[in-house]
């Protein structure tokens, strides 16, 4: 199966509320991204981590990593409905140059 | 341009086609990657041009899809005998090559349809 797996396939929270999505990978990487795609504007990059890093912040996103489990997961505080999109972690290995390995994605709902 | 283009926006052929479909990236990024997105579905990584080095092709799913990066800047991702299954928006997106974890910005698809 693809390196790069989010769950939940899918989340519908209330606005104002804080979603969470993890993603889990099987090899080494050299960074872990976060991106979300809709329909408006397509796929944007959101966050980048490091392997050497275990969480970064941006705006209302927090990201974490555990290498040691292999698993990250992306915070969205106070969300909105603007935040409704697909969101997905794409892992750049270790010893694959610039190849980069997408999940699924997790489908966000946000109700306003 | 100011971001990645792709052409044409949509596309539908008749099995067993061939079909070219392009991406300008943007200017200055010397690297290069196509993915394919079914319905739903996560990319599938394809392809990826770095520079003048030879291309990573580990993602191409059979020997009728083939790519070109002329000039080191416009790309071509060429299916030849088009199947069912081949049924797809195609994404290209760009980053500059001299580090590793540059983010990569992504044009709006091509999405083909194989009748």
């Known amino acids: 199966s693809q390196q790069g797996e989010e769950d939940p396939q899918a989340l519908s929270i209330q606005e104002g509320e804080n979603a969470t999505m993890n993603c889990s990978y099987k090899?080494?990487?050299?960074?872990l991204q976060w991106y979300r795609q809709n329909s408006g504007r397509g796929l944007v990059h959101l966050i980048l981590?490091?392997?050497?890093?275990r969480e970064k912040h941006s705006g209302r996103l927090r990201v974490t990593l555990d290498t040691s489990k292999k698993s990250s997961s992306l915070l969205i505080t106070a969300s909105r409905a603007a935040d409704t999109a697909s969101y997905f972690c794409?892992?750049?290995?270790?010893?694959?140059?610039?190849?980069?390995?997408f999940g699924a994605g997790t489908r966000l709902f946000v109700k306003a | 341009g100011a971001g990645v283009s792709q052409s044409p926006s949509n596309k539908v052929t008749e099995k067993g086609k061939d079909v070219e479909l392009r991406c300008d990236p943007i200017?200055?990024?010397?690297?290069l990657y196509w993915y394919r997105q079914s319905l739903g579905q996560g990319l599938e990584f394809l392809i990826y041009?770095?520079?003048?080095?030879?291309?990573?092709k580990s993602g191409l799913p059979s020997d009728r899809f083939s790519a070109e990066r002329t000039g080191g800047s416009v790309s071509t991702l060429t299916i030849q005998r088009t199947q069912q299954e081949d049924s797809a928006v195609y994404l290209c997106?760009?980053?500059?090559?001299?580090?590793?974890?540059?983010?990569?910005?992504f044009g709006p698809g091509t999405r083909l349809t194989v009748l």
């Open positions: 997106a760009s980053s500059r090559s001299d580090r590793v974890d540059n983010e990569q910005f």
């Open positions: 090899t080494s990487i050299n960074n």
């Open positions: 981590i490091r392997s050497n890093e």
């Open positions: 794409a892992t750049v290995l270790r010893t694959g140059g610039f190849k980069t390995i």
């Open positions: 200017s200055g990024h010397t690297a």
């Open positions: 041009f770095q520079g003048n080095s030879a291309p990573d």
